[in-house]
C-alpha cells in the first residue's frame, strides 16, 4: 500500500475577538479515507492533534540534545554500549523487584 500525501494547507478559526487556532487541511488517499470511514470511534481530529504534540516534543529534546551533546566525544559505539549497559543493570533490578 502506497498512501501519499497530496498537498497541507493552514488556515484561522476565530473562535473570539481574541482566540484564533489554526486549521490544518490534510489530502489524504481514498484507500486511507475509506479505511478511516470504516472507524467511526476513531476521533481523527484528537488523534492528529496528539501525534502533532508528541512529534513536536520530540523533535524540540533531539534539538536539545544535538545542542547539548555537539561538543561529545563519545562515539555512537560508546553510546550504545553504555544504552545496552543501563537496560541491563534496569532489568536486573526489575527482576529483583519481581518483574
Known amino acids: 500500500m502506497k498512501t501519499k500525501v497530496l498537498n497541507t494547507s493552514t488556515s484561522y478559526t476565530e473562535y473570539t475577538k481574541y482566540t484564533k487556532m489554526p486549521n490544518i487541511t490534510l489530502s489524504i488517499s481514498e484507500e486511507l479515507k475509506h479505511r478511516l470511514d470504516e472507524l467511526p470511534e476513531l ?3 484528537e488523534s492528529m492533534r496528539q501525534f502533532l504534540a508528541e512529534k513536536v516534543k520530540r523533535a ?19 553510546c550504545l554500549r553504555l544504552g ?16
Open 60 to 78: 524540540l529534546l533531539l534539538k536539545k540534545l544535538d545542542k547539548m551533546l555537539e561538543n561529545s566525544e563519545l562515539t555512537n559505539e560508546d
Open 43 to 45: 476521533n481523527f481530529s
Open 84 to 99: 545496552n549497559e543501563v537496560k541491563q543493570k534496569a532489568w536486573e533490578r526489575l527482576k529483583k523487584e519481581g518483574w
